[in-house]
């Protein structure tokens, strides 16, 4: 019996986000960014600026008899854009354009009917809270902090 559903939950929102058609171009990394910043759209699942935390989860038990657990958790990710100019109107559009394409990924439809459910892992998802980070150098960036979050039982 698994532990926690953040495991398969991360695995099958990198699967989702890598297959969403609106997200074609768009680098999806598993965790932290490495060296490699050429790409100028980025969504990171289990990343956010200034935190080493990839999730956060809460348990309790489903029910007496302590069979079940219920867990609600919280995946940090992160979405970015950058360009070389200093269009920052134009960086934040694309950077909540991003954020819509996640939206839109992991709602349920006729032919992703189990996005909603990251494929079975969970019980439901959404996406959460967000922050909107703004920099200038060399360029212009906009990132926007945000989370999946799901409820399971386990």
Not at 98 to 103: G, I, P, Q, S
């Amino acid at each position: 019996m698994a532990t926690s559903a953040v495991p398969a939950a991360i695995t099958a929102l990198l699967t989702i986000l890598r297959a969403a058609p609106g997200l074609a171009g768009v680098a999806v990394v598993d965790g932290p960014p490495g060296v490699n910043l050429t790409e100028r759209r980025r969504i990171y699942v289990g990343y956010s600026p200034g935190s080493d935390q990839a999730a956060e989860i809460q348990q309790s038990f489903a029910g007496a008899g302590a069979r079940q657990r219920d867990e609600d958790a919280a995946i940090s990710c992160y979405a970015e854009a950058r360009g070389g100019d200093k269009d920052m109107g134009l960086r934040r559009a694309q950077v909540f354009g991003l954020l819509a394409e996640v939206e839109n990924a992991l709602r349920g439809t006729d032919t992703a009917p189990q996005a909603p459910t990251l494929g079975g892992a969970v019980l439901w998802s959404e996406v959460t809270a967000g922050s909107l980070i703004q920099a200038q150098d060399n360029g212009t960036l906009a990132g926007l902090a945000f989370t999946v979050a799901y409820h399971a039982r386990i």
